[in-house]
Structure formats: C-alpha cells, structure tokens
C-alpha cells in the first residue's frame, strides 16, 4: 500500500518539476527581447549642427543611423561622425538656428542583449546671438569706467555710447582695450546719476559677426568730509564745554575696521571724554569718565 501511495506522488512531481523548468527557460530565453534599446542619459547640442547624445548603459551597434525632424515633420540629412561605447554624436546638415528637433538612432542596443533597437529624443539649436557678455562693470573715478567681459573679444571701429535715466546722451572716448577688457571716459558726466552704456562694434573671439555689449553703472554723489578742527568743535558742543574749559585736548585720524574716524579726547572738571566722529561729523561713540 505505501508503496503504491509512492508512486502516485512521483508521478505528480514529474509534471509539476517540469512544469517549472519549462517556465524558467520560457523566461530566460524571453529576458534578452526586454527593454534591448539603451536609455539616454544626457542630449547636448555642441554648435555647427553637432550633437552628443549620452547613455545610461554601454551599448553596442549595427547599421547604426540617425533620423531628424524638426516640428514640422521636415527631414534633415544627419552623419554619424563619432560612436563609442556609452555615447554617439552625429552631425544635422542644412539645419535652421531657433528650431527644435527629434531625432531617432536605429541599430542601438545594450551591450550583452540581443535585438537592436531605437533611442529617440529632443534639441534644440538656439538662435545665433551677436551680444557679449559682461561680467563686471567698475566705476574709476573721475568720470572713468571699466568693463570686463566674460569672453576674449576683438573689436572693429568700436563705439560706446552712454546715456542717463532721463535718456540724456554723454559724450565718450574709449582710452584702452584689450582681449577681455575695455576702459571708457564719461564727459560732462553728473554725480549721483545712473547710467547705461552700449558698446558697439566688439565680438567674441572666434565668431564672424560684430555685435554689441551693454551694461549700468552709478556715479556717486562725491562726499566731503569734515576737518580736524571741525570734530573737535562737534565733540566740545555735545559736551556743552568749550576750549578754554578743557585741558590736554587731543583729535587723531585712525581708521577702524575700514571706517575712518577722528577720535576726541579732553579732560575737564574731573572727567574724561573721548569720541569717535565720522568723516560725516556723525557721533559714531562717546564716554564720560571720572579720572
């Protein structure tokens, strides 16, 4: 009996165990046909109709051949000038600047797959732009201002004019010049006033077209500061005393954590008094002591 109860359940193994094995190999001979065609990971547009595309995975190629359309559903001839095993980059001819594009690579796949597949995605070429870039705009003094330009540059008869918030126009003279940097001088200028300035007939270095840099700056209402004399006379007043009251009256000049000051000190009716007076004639710190 216990012998024929054995049988029976060998019997229900063998279809069960190869009811298993038939799975796992349907599955792994079904797993290289799963997601073949790499992702991308990065679509950069590199100039001149140049674009690089990245992949997530190290992939392989066949036949390999890159389709581009823009919106319009128009094609554009495409070569494949460089393919490795993480990335490809192909060139678009004929193509058109402010316009966005799809493109589609055939014959990609992982590496270690079998079938080959496609990758599709986006770019775009922006319009070609004639303006440079300013990177830093220093007001000198007397009337003088220094641009610094974030690219080399070359200039061609250049020109800069400059005009006030009102809109009013200024005469310029441009005085020096060089690969990344440009000083001009503002006449008739007024203090206190803001002014924009255009740059004309400046580009970068290596570009065809001649273009035009722009840019702000402030000139300062000039400020004057007061005499040694005068902080003297501000400290005495706040004091109520004057100089023939006082003794070993003392004014220096120091600067203190970039703020230049006078300092003040005198002795009268058995109290010491310092102060500290800004250039301004502002009481910056004062101080009664008995001596």
Request: proline share 1%; aromatic share 10%; net charge positive.
């Amino acid at each position: 009996m216990e012998k024929m109860i054995e049988k029976r359940k060998n019997r229900m193994r063998l279809p069960i165990a190869f009811v298993l094995i038939l799975t796992m190999l349907l599955t792994l001979g079904a797993a290289p046909s799963f997601a073949s065609a790499p992702t991308k990971e990065k679509v950069k547009y590199l100039g001149k109709g140049k674009v690089e595309v990245e992949f997530h995975q190290d992939v392989d190629y066949k036949n390999v051949k890159v389709t581009v359309k823009d919106t319009s559903g128009k094609k554009y001839k495409t070569s494949v000038y460089k393919k490795d095993d993480d990335e490809l980059r192909f060139k678009v001819k004929g193509y058109k600047t402010g316009k966005s594009y799809k493109f589609t690579i055939s014959g990609v796949k992982k590496e270690r797959t079998k079938s080959y597949g496609s990758v599709k995605g986006t770019f775009k070429i922006k319009k070609a732009t004639t303006k440079v870039n300013v990177e830093k705009v220093k007001y000198l003094g007397k009337g003088k201002v220094e641009v610094e330009f974030r690219n080399d540059v070359d200039y061609k008869n250049v020109k800069v004019t400059v005009k006030d918030t009102s809109g009013k126009t200024y005469k310029t003279s441009v005085y020096k010049k060089d690969d990344d940097e440009l000083r001009f001088k503002v006449k008739s200028y007024k203090t206190g006033k803001t002014y924009k300035f255009t740059i004309t007939g400046v580009k970068k270095e290596g570009t065809k077209t001649y273009g035009k840099a722009t840019g702000s700056f402030k000139i300062k209402k000039a400020t004057t500061s007061i005499t040694a004399a005068q902080a003297k006379a501000i400290a005495l007043k706040d004091a109520g005393l004057t100089a023939a009251q006082v003794r070993d009256l003392e004014v220096e000049k120091d600067r203190d954590n970039g703020v230049t000051k006078y300092e003040v000190s005198f002795e009268a009716g058995g109290y010491d008094y310092d102060y500290d007076i800004s250039l301004t004639g502002k009481i910056l710190k004062k101080e009664k002591e008995r001596d």
